[in-house]
């Protein structure tokens, strides 16, 4: 059984205090790889609410690809169901930060199982779509044939980063993520410890991501691994 209560108590690693109320839903992010690129903020300008601010280190804006194994996820009172509860997923994420509250913004989500998309869809309102995902210990594939995405990433797993720079923290330490539902902004706040990040030696890369403007078709500026982490989720909040 997880220990929620111990997950919560470390948090000098957050930069803004819990959302008043309980939390709502435990899930675990695992076996992460992170690409990330430079990009012109023009380009991401036309992809993120106007209501949301790009937020940027040292003048320049980033966006990652986050490939991972979602799994346990489940409400607060009820069990994790391995069928529904456990797939992998892509999502294309951008950063923002509202209010002194850094955060994610997706660009794009992906999710292995139809019922899986179905479900996460009804309960956070977040755009995923199917993709066919298929992974193992150092090959993450995927494609999404109604966009034509794909990925196909092989690598090799290498040491923990003892220490984590400015940029790396920037990128990976994030405690809330934003979601346009063409209405209305909300924000869905998150925790966990701080992630373990590895290097990563990525033997081979092909990946075709097309938004807009946005071309993650290039070899990235830099990549992660982490094992993962334990993740609780509070109820979104509209802003």
């Not at 839903?25 to 690409?35: K, P």
């Not at 794009?108 to 755009?127: D, T």
Request: with cysteine.
């Amino acid at each position: 059984m997880t220990d929620i209560e111990e997950i919560l108590s470390v948090k000098n690693h957050r930069t803004f205090e819990y959302p008043k109320g309980k939390w709502s839903y435990y899930q675990e992010w695992n076996r992460a790889l992170f690409l990330h690129w430079k990009i012109p903020i023009e380009i991401l300008q036309e992809l993120v609410p106007e209501q949301l601010n790009i937020d940027v280190l040292e003048g320049e804006s980033y966006v990652s690809l986050v490939a991972f194994t979602m799994e346990k996820i489940r409400p607060k009172h009820l069990p994790a169901i391995d069928f529904i509860s456990n797939f992998d997923e892509i999502n294309i994420r951008t950063y923002v930060n509202n209010d002194n509250k850094k955060g994610v913004y997706f660009l794009n989500i992906e999710a292995q199982k139809k019922l899986s998309v179905f479900i996460a869809k009804q309960l956070s309102g977040l755009p995923y779509e199917k993709a066919n995902i298929q992974r193992d210990n150092n090959t993450y594939r995927s494609n999404n044939l109604l966009k034509g995405y794909h990925l196909h990433a092989q690598y090799e797993i290498k040491e923990v980063l003892n220490r984590k720079t400015e940029l790396e923290n920037w990128l990976t330490e994030r405690y809330c993520l934003y979601v346009d539902n063409k209405s209305s902004i909300y924000r869905y706040n998150v925790h966990h410890k701080e992630w373990v990040l590895r290097n990563l030696d990525l033997k081979q890369l092909n990946l075709k991501y097309i938004i807009g403007k946005l071309n993650l078709t290039n070899k990235p500026d830099f990549v992660h691994y982490s094992d993962g982490v334990q993740v609780v989720a509070w109820d979104k909040q509209k802003l």
